[in-house]
């Protein structure tokens, strides 16, 4: 091996000694992953790697010309370069390394650019140069780790691609490069909608290339006129990685010159070279066919996007059965009319619902792909390892499923030939034994015959005369517009508008008809003499011959020349890609120094990059070869020919570059370098257009400030490949609450910076937490309400279970790296305020609590539980009954079931969390909670459970848990109120488990433990109610569930137990009510009879009269038993081994004991002995030498009662078991009746522990009208989104000395602002169900308010609420900003510049930072209350003609305003452009109301009794309501409704329309009840949320009504 080699092996560890060198500029050998550095597997790649992979590494040394790879072809070594080791590797799905660039900085350092060269001059060593090289990429060349450095500038390293790994051999040092994902280029061809010339991802990017170029020319003088798109790795949010070129460090005056290089290579290899040399017959078919799918992008090593070349024969014959070119070969393969059915059917389904192409995925087309890799592996199938046909192919091996031949393959195919079947014999014969060689026509020997004549037929006359109409269909212009239409060549990569990232797809190169090839060129008459009379006379004709045509061979021409102008604007450009402009290139100016040459040429390089990003379609057919004077010319003409298209703003740039260009003096590469002034502006350089002060390029303020944000995140995270360290924290929350603060209304920022802070948030949970914690009030504030729901909220949610996930098993020793402040941070009530308040409360509901009460039954050893468990208490407290129901009820008792779900048994911290949740909200709103809100949410868990086909280990531990919380909660209830609940806690809890229980057809998934434990929580709860309810209520109420309980015991191999009616109707027994039933048992079949009791006897009823499910009807089976088919076997093995002596010891003693000896003997009747010897055999079995079954007889009645003498005494138990019951509350009741001796004073003191205190807020209580809404709220479905206005009073207000005039509330729906014609704006609380009593007037039990804005003069006519800043703005003609919760003032703009005050003032949503006011001029400003200065100012209308503005309202994000005009005329205005966009008429009378109902629709209210819905772009309203009684003055949306109120006290309520313009029909009225409002209506708002409405009246009073 050669010293290169040994240093390479050294380098990446491979033994290369045991490897079969092929050839003098290749080798093969085998390279472990552990070679390549971490930041492979820091990549995010859709293939994991481990460390055993064997990679492919593809290493170029350009001095010594060899090439280095290594593979493994299911296990052997490769004996062939056929195909390349790209393609090898993406066979065997390994990663590809390529581009890996060469420097020889130390074999002559004069070639290094003046900037570094003395820095070079002093490295004697190589271990200096690597050091260098080192430096600039920021990666230590030792370890080949990532080192950035982190603590000075970072602006070279931001946007530089780092090298996997650096070597060095022999002086050259090798740089290699992971295979980027996508590049810009792949995104300028396969997906132009994502980078279109207009979008500010697309200036972003062009941002970024500037500072990057600025960069390494300010820092190392480097040369980046070599770098094309394709060297710029771009990700999906926009940011780029360049790789430097391999001669970016190599001076001018040793680089070689255009013509030197020409001479070496030959002709320029241009596609005006191909064209002309194919029509002259200089290139074949097969060359020009190929250097189109290059220029297409298709790739020989890529089977997704492999080169295509037409089928042009069908095979039958030789000489005779060509295919037709004008037609596609999907469109001959499929047929005329099945193409032409699918795409009416695709474009029917488009109108039909009313989507535009661009919002529908698929769009009518014909053709998906010309080539899949499916087709290629058929294709070369018998090439293809069995392993990759399975994969992708066939998932089963069946080699006759396969083509036999070229010929079936042809009429089997709807895609076009490959390369390999015009050149390659090898592909037809086949490496699989069970698989047949690709059989060749009959008139060919074998396949190298088959391959020469199928490769003569290309190049035929015939093919060649109509080849170019397959050009035009595969790569012109028949792939776009109505000529693909007609063509039936509807390409859906071309159309669907796609913006997701791809490195493949169908490429349009040409956009006019491609030039016929000359089959014959020069085959004209050369001598027409004789064809000429010697004498002409003046009538003497010219005979020509007929085959002489003068005229053809300039169609040809001018047909060629009009694809040139297409292409490059210049006919002639095969000779001279410059246009008229361009000057002479072979001077040279000895006075430019090698400097100004290096930025000469970095800015000709961007103006092309520039040019070729904005018009990507129109350069496609630039070569790569060119060198950047042919470059820069050829973008110069391509930008003249279509200044249309290139962006408006960037057109004012390009015109200074192109007259600062346009100089006749050049340096060698034929570059401008005269430095005089033009036209008083300086010569443009790459430091000139990097500035943020001088302004050439149109590039917003803000990008400057954000990138520098971005490098500081990239940096710190290594590209979000690693978490951000906690230390650099500070830094870039500053840095990003700076750019943020500056950043004004610039919405397009977001676009940019959003997919980076989502990657922040997605990053390790203590970053990511931390990052939150620190910045999140900032980006909401921003991002606005509705981006931050859409684009942050979710990413919140899922942090908090990252949080839970990831944190569950820490434990103490990680106490060293496990901070837990961040994490705690996030449960705390700070800042889910912060957080409620951003994200509205709407989207805080749906994702928080869930979230929170996740984290209640959370083992961990920081505080998020408890946390949690005061968090959730504060956020019942604070939203009230209603919503509490709706959206934490539910997700307390779901991880109260999980507390039953753990391996390691049941989490009796985290249920205690969450039933302390529980009986804090029924201590906040009353016992009516319990009954009301928890009762029937269990009794559904219980009945869904039970009635489940399935009885899994959710549904077992749902019942399970529903039990114990039900046994907690009947403890809280009054012994009327459980009287009450008595027949729901039987009928629906007891019986359906206690059923369950006793089933022989359902088998527990968790075996006879859970059927044992399930069984104790029935005891316990029976045991329960009986002590609650007393002896006399559990013998008259419970005695058929004691008969039931019972006779699920199997004694003696006895399967029938059977209370007959006569045991049943015993005189002797205690009487049984209306309400109890007698219940008819067969054990064998575990069927039960119910039998119920009436005057004429007894007639039998089905069990489901104990259960409310649907699913079980009298006469019918229930599906609880027979939906399961469980083995019968098993399930009775659980049930007799959970009915065993234990549980008949615990249940007859403690019943016994509760009940008394004589009336369980009666229940049980003749079964009574036998319980009573199963409990006597189990008490025999335990320890204690004095059983108490043996003192007693089985008739005997136990009793802590005395006789002494004539007198009764009780007996005292001992003191220390009294205690022990009184001090814990969630006492075992069973096993506390087996440990006491029994009698009254036990059954007084387990009744006393039995029953506990709420600790009630008697302000708070659910009752009255407050009961009556929230139980009218929480029987309405989840999907129910309209309001039901059913006028009950709730709360009023009272304060105002004057008539209200407007009110708004706050987006949580905790307070609301009203101002008021007594000159006051007045802050109030939004009570939940009377709370606030330090606010309540004792006299009229109305509401105080809480604050008093007292600083207005006159009448206020308008207040808002200013989300993004917290502000309320009033109107009294003056604009007063204020403080809510200080009542503090920020500013005021008053009416001195105003003849008569501001009319109108209007505050859009969040994130807008302006308010919006209209004079009485029909001016409108834009008011900046930040900077407290006026913004913009617009007129709005000319004239007085309008009238007076009356009412405004904003629409697309508040980008466009609306105003409405006494006259009844509506005026629209861009905000962004200052345009009128239209004035139209929308009324006949006054418009008295406007409001936005979406993004794109507003509505008019008017005197005129209608109301009108508007479409932005639309001159008719889209709806109009005119069934209105009389004119209404204010409109609210709900949904999909719409509120109207008159001033004669009627409330309207529309519904909007849909899908299609209609007339809507009568709206829905109510007049409000005039003994709860009075006064006149005159406003009023909606809380969503809670579906309440506060009434404004000229009273002075506020009404609060549901």
């Known amino acids: 091996m050669t010293e290169l080699q040994i240093s390479i092996s050294n380098a990446l560890g491979v033994n290369l000694e045991e490897c079969q060198i092929l050839s003098t500029h290749s080798l093969l050998a085998k390279i472990p992953l552990r070679v390549i550095d971490t930041q ?38 490769t004996e062939t370069f056929s195909t390349t080791l790209s393609s090898l590797a993406r066979k065997n799905g390994i990663q590809v390394f390529r581009n890996i660039t060469a420097l020889n900085p130390t074999s002559d350092y004069r070639k290094v650019s003046e900037d570094v060269s003395n820095k070079l001059k002093r490295m004697k060593d190589e271990e200096s140069c690597l050091t260098f090289f080192s430096a600039i990429f920021g990666i230590d060349i030792r370890s080949g780790e990532n080192s950035f450095p982190k603590d000075t500038d970072t602006s070279t390293f931001a946007n530089l691609r780092i090298p996997c790994k650096i070597l060095s051999a022999d002086h050259v040092i090798y740089l290699v490069h992971k295979l980027p994902d996508y590049t810009v280029a792949d995104c300028l061809m396969y997906s132009p909608s994502l980078l279109t010339a207009g979008s500010v991802i697309t200036s972003f990017i062009l941002f970024q290339v500037l500072h990057f170029f600025s960069a390494i020319e300010r820092r190392y003088g480097g040369n980046l006129s070599s770098i094309h798109w394709n060297d710029i790795e771009v990700d999906s949010n926009g940011w780029i990685k360049v790789q430097l070129p391999e001669d970016c460090f190599v001076r001018h005056e040793n680089r070689e010159h255009p013509d030197e290089t020409e001479k070496k ?126 994969k992708l192919v066939r998932s089963y091996w069946e080699p006759n499923e396969y083509p036999s031949s070229i010929q079936r393959m042809q009429e089997w195919t709807p895609d076009e030939c490959i390369p390999e079947f ?89 956009t006019a008809p491609h030039p016929q090839k000359d089959s014959k060129p020069g085959n004209f008459p050369q001598d027409l003499s004789k064809y000429i009379p010697e004498v002409l006379h003046d009538d003497d004709p010219i005979q020509l011959p007929k085959a ?67 018009l990507p379609l129109e350069t496609r057919t630039l070569s790569i070869g060119f060198d950047i004077a042919s470059r820069l010319k050829y973008c110069i003409n391509v930008y003249k020919s279509n200044k249309l298209k290139f962006p408006a703003p960037f057109q004012s740039s390009m015109q200074y570059f192109i007259s600062k260009l346009s100089t006749s003096d050049v340096n060698v590469l034929g570059m401008p370098t005269q430095r005089l002034f033009f036209h008083g502006h300086p010569a443009p350089t790459i430091s000139l257009m990097s500035s943020r002060y001088i302004h050439v390029l149109p590039f917003p303020n803000y990008f400057h400030d954000l990138h520098n944000l971005l490098e500081i995140m990239m940096t710190r995270t290594n590209h979000n490949a690693s978490p951000l360290p906690l230390k650099y924290l500070p830094l870039i929350s500053d840095k990003l609450h700076c750019t943020l603060d500056d950043l004004g209304d610039a919405s397009d920022c977001l676009q940019i910076l959003t997919p980076f802070l989502r990657q922040f948030i997605e990053q390790e949970t203590m970053s990511a937490a931390a990052f939150v914690i620190a910045n999140f009030e900032i980006i909401s504030k921003t991002m606005g309400e509705k981006s931050t729901n859409s684009d942050l909220l979710p990413l919140v949610a899922r942090l908090y279970e990252k949080i839970l996930e990831e944190n569950a098993d820490k434990n103490e020793l990680d106490n060293d790296v496990f901070d837990s402040a961040y994490l705690v941070a996030m449960y705390e009530k700070e800042f889910l305020l912060q957080l409620s308040v951003r994200v509205g409360l709407n989207g805080f509901l749906s994702h928080i609590p869930a979230c929170l009460s996740n984290a209640l039954i959370h083992k961990s050893i920081c505080d998020i539980a408890e946390t949690s468990k005061s968090s959730l208490i504060w956020l019942i407290d604070r939203i009230g ?44 709103f009353g016992p009516s909670f319990i009954t009301l809100q928890y009762f029937p949410f269990l009794s559904h868990r219980i009945a869904s459970s039970v009635n489940n086909l399935k009885l899994t280990i959710r549904h077992q531990a749902s019942i399970e848990s529903s039990l114990v919380a039900i046994s907690h909660l009947v403890t809280y209830l009054s012994d009327n109120v459980l009287m009450v609940e008595l027949k729901r806690i039987i009928n629906e809890m007891l019986v359906p488990a206690m059923d369950l229980v006793g089933s022989q057809q359902i088998c527990f998934p968790g075996g006879v433990d859970a059927r044992k434990s399930l069984c104790m929580q029935v005891l316990h709860l029976m045991a329960l109610v009986v002590v609650r309810i007393g002896r006399e209520m559990s013998r008259k109420h419970m005695t058929s569930l004691f008969r039931t309980f019972f006779s699920y015991f199997q004694v003696n191999g006895d399967n029938r137990v059977l209370f007959s009616k006569s045991s049943s109707s015993d005189p002797s027994c205690e009487s049984i009510d209306s309400d109890s039933v007698i ?61 065993c002596a234990e549980t008949a010891y615990r249940s007859y003693v403690s019943f016994t004991r509760l009940l008394g000896g004589i009336h369980m003997e009666k229940v049980l009747g003749d079964f009574h002995d036998q319980i009573h010897k199963l409990s006597l055999e189990y008490e025999q079995s335990l320890d204690d030498k004095s059983p108490m079954l043996e003192k007693q007889s089985p008739n005997s009645y136990h009793t802590d009662i005395m006789m002494v003498g004539n007198q009764l005494v009780v007996e005292s138990p001992p003191a220390r078991s009294i205690l022990e019951l009184e001090n814990n509350l969630d006492f075992d009741i069973i096993s506390k009746l087996l440990e006491s001796a029994g009698g009254v004073q036990t059954e007084d003191c387990l009744g006393e522990c039995a029953r506990r205190i709420l600790n009630t807020v008697p302000a708070s209580q659910l009752t009255e009208n407050w009961l009556a809404y929230w139980e009218h709220e929480i029987g309405l479905p989840d999907t129910d989104k309209h309001i039901h206005f059913n006028q009950i009073e709730l709360q009023s207000f009272a304060g105002h000395a004057s008539a209200v005039r407007c009110i708004a509330s706050h987006p949580t729906e905790d307070w609301f602002v009203s101002g008021s014609k007594d000159k006051t704006v007045k802050i109030w609380s939004v009570p939940e169900n009377l709370d606030l009593r330090e606010n309540k007037n004792s006299t009229s039990g109305s509401l105080n308010e809480k604050y008093v804005y007292r600083f207005h003069k006159k009448t206020v006519n308008y207040v808002g609420i200013f989300e993004t800043e917290q502000f309320v703005i009033s109107n009294d003609g003056n604009i007063h900003v204020w403080d809510p919760y200080s009542c503090q003032q920020i500013t005021t703009f008053d009416n001195a510049d105003v003849k008569s005050g501001f009319a109108l003032v209007y505050t859009p949503a969040s994130p807008s930072r302006f308010a919006l006011t209209v004079t009485n001029e029909a001016d409108l400003r834009v008011m900046d ?73 507003y509505l008019t209210a008017s005197s005129d009794q209608s109301i009108a819905i508007w479409e932005n772009g639309q001159s008719n309203p889209v709806t109009i309501y005119k069934n209105i009684q009389e004119p209404v003055h204010t409109v609210q949306p709900f949904n999909d409704e719409i509120l109207s109120g008159s001033f004669a006290n009627r409330i309207y309520i529309h519904d909007t329309p849909k899908n299609r313009p209609e007339i809507s029909d009568k709206p829905v009225f109510q007049k409000l009840r005039s003994d709860i409002f009075r006064g006149v209506l005159t406003s009023f708002c909606i809380l969503p949320m809670k579906r309440q409405l506060l009434l404004a009246s000229d009273t002075g009073s506020i009404k609060l009504l549901a």
């Open 1079 to 1139: 219940i008819d048992h067969d054990a064998n079949t575990q069927t039960f009879t119910i039998i119920e009791n009436t005057k004429g006897g007894y007639r039998r009823v089905h069990k489901s009269w104990f259960s409310e499910s649907p699913n079980a009807s009298p006469g019918q089976e229930s599906p609880i038993l027979s939906s399961r088919q469980r083995s019968n076997a098993e399930a009775r093995a659980e049930i007799f081994s959970t009915f």
């Open 265 to 390: 290579r030959g002709k320029l290899e241009s596609l005006a070279d191909y064209l002309d040399g194919w029509i002259c017959g200089e290139v074949s078919n097969f060359d020009y066919l190929m250097f189109l799918n290059e220029l297409a992008g298709r790739d020989s090593d890529d089977p997704n996007h492999h080169p295509i070349l037409p089928w042009v024969s069908t095979f039958d014959d030789e000489h005779s059965s060509w295919r037709d070119l004008t037609k596609s070969k999907y469109r001959l393969n499929k047929g005329d009319r099945q193409l032409d059915i699918q795409y009416a059917m695709m474009s029917d389904g488009m109108e039909k619902n009313g989507l535009s192409q661009l919002n529908l995925h698929q769009v009518p087309h014909h053709v998906p792909e010309y080539i899949s890799d499916i087709t290629y592996y058929v294709y070369m199938a018998r090439r293809t390892p069995k392993s990759i046909l399975c």
């Open 881 to 924: 009954p209603t919503l509490t129901s709706k959206y934490i009820i539910k997700h307390l008792f779901r991880v109260m079931s999980s507390c039953f779900m753990s391996a390691n048994g049941v989490n009796f911290v985290g249920y205690g969390r969450v039933k302390g949740c529980l009986v804090r909200a029924a201590e906040i």
């Open 548 to 614: 002489f045509n003068p005229m053809r061979e300039l169609d040809k021409v001018e047909t060629l020349l009009k694809f040139k102008m297409s292409i490059w604007n210049d006919p002639g450009l095969s000779e001279s890609l410059y246009d008229g402009d361009c000057l002479d290139f072979s001077r040279d100016l000895t006075g430019s120094t090698a400097a100004k040459k290096t930025s000469d040429s970095n800015m000709a390089a961007f103006v092309c990059l520039m040019v070729e990003l904005f």
């Open 40 to 77: 492979w597997t820091n990549t995010k790649s859709s293939k994991k790697t481990t460390e055993g992979d064997i990679v492919t590494v593809h290493v170029t040394a350009l001095r010594y010309d060899k090439v280095f790879a290594w593979n493994e072809d299911e296990g052997k070594l």
């Open 422 to 510: 015009y050149t390659d014999p090898a592909v037809f014969k086949s490496l699989h034994e069970d698989m047949c060689d690709l059989l060749v026509p009959e008139w060919s020997k074998d396949p190298s015959d088959f391959v020469e004549k199928h490769r003569k037929m290309l190049e035929s006359d015939t093919v060649s005369k109509k080849l170019h109409h397959w050009i035009d269909i595969t790569f012109g212009y028949k792939l776009s517009g109505e000529h693909a239409k007609a063509e039936k060549n509807v390409c859906l990569p071309l159309v669907d508008n796609h913006t997701s990232m791809r490195k493949r797809g169908i490429t349009q190169l040409f």
């Open 1425 to 1497: 209350f930040r900077r407290k200065c006026l913004a913009h100012e617009y007129k709005i209308v000319v004239g007085t003609s309008m009238g007076i503005a009356r009412a405004m309202c904003d629409t697309e994000g508040g980008n466009r305003i609306a105003v409405g005009f006494s006259t009844g005329s509506v005026s629209s205005l861009d905000l962004r452009m200052g345009n009128k966009l239209s004035i139209k008429p929308a009324h006949e009378s006054d418009i008295s109301a406007m409001v936005s109902i979406s993004d794109k629709r």
